[in-house]
């Protein structure tokens, strides 16, 4: 996946069946193939995130930050001192890289996950953080909270004025929109002003990509999939 020519790998320890070790050693594969490393964390857990950042994560992305509270809590995890309260101690990724602290002020992005109506409501307090990067839209959760299936609902009213509530805010307040996508959402998405997109994930494109050999195999040919997302 690194090496294909992504922007970025996300090494999902949310939901995907990773644990700290496999992270770490999945954050380090990612980097030595040229790629950025950013991990999402199971939650807003400064413990976790401190871990994650030491095994070498470029960037973390943290579930659903409801409120200004929350996300000072998540910058707070993912800066040193005095911008934070992040513990000392990169043991992984400080040997890669003279001046780690130095780096890592510049450089560690936080992205607290919008995917929530409270959130939405919440979303100017949110953004007046300082400290925050990015925001990451998750579209199955949103949607779930908008009374809607989970996953990308395009042409839905209240999906559709989320997302461009969403990307209207984060411009005036400089921060960057991103979501989670398909390959063949991802120019939408720009078009409609999204700086980070996830383009897939790994069980989805594995699963498109047998299907396709498979069905090239039989003679025929295969869609891209229902592009399921979490």
Request: aromatic share 6%.
């Amino acid at each position: 996946m690194s090496r294909v020519g992504f922007d970025y790998v996300c090494v999902d320890t949310q939901h995907g069946n990773i644990e700290y070790q496999m992270a770490a050693e999945m954050i380090r594969a990612i980097e030595y193939a040229g790629t950025t490393p950013i991990v999402r964390v199971p939650w807003n857990e400064p413990g976790i995130i401190g871990k994650m950042l030491d095994a070498g994560a470029h960037g973390i992305i943290i579930p659903m930050v409801n409120s200004p509270e929350e996300a000072e809590a998540a910058v707070s995890a993912c800066r040193y001192a005095p911008h934070g309260s992040r513990s000392y101690g990169p043991t992984v990724a400080a040997p890669r890289r003279a001046g780690y602290v130095e780096w890592a002020g510049d450089n560690v992005a936080c992205i607290p996950m919008i995917e929530t109506k409270q959130a939405l409501e919440a979303l100017p307090e949110i953004l007046s953080v300082e400290g925050i990067d990015a925001i990451y839209v998750g579209p199955a959760d949103l949607s779930l909270t908008l009374g809607l299936p989970p996953g990308n609902n395009d042409g839905e009213a209240a999906f559709d004025e989320a997302y461009a509530r969403i990307i209207e805010e984060c411009l005036k307040a400089g921060v960057v929109p991103g979501c989670h996508a398909s390959g063949a959402l991802v120019p939408k998405r720009f078009e409609q002003g999204f700086r980070m997109v996830t383009a897939t994930a790994d069980q989805l494109a594995m699963g498109i990509g047998a299907k396709h050999e498979l069905a090239k195999a039989r003679g025929g040919d295969a869609g891209e999939g229902d592009g399921l997302l979490y």
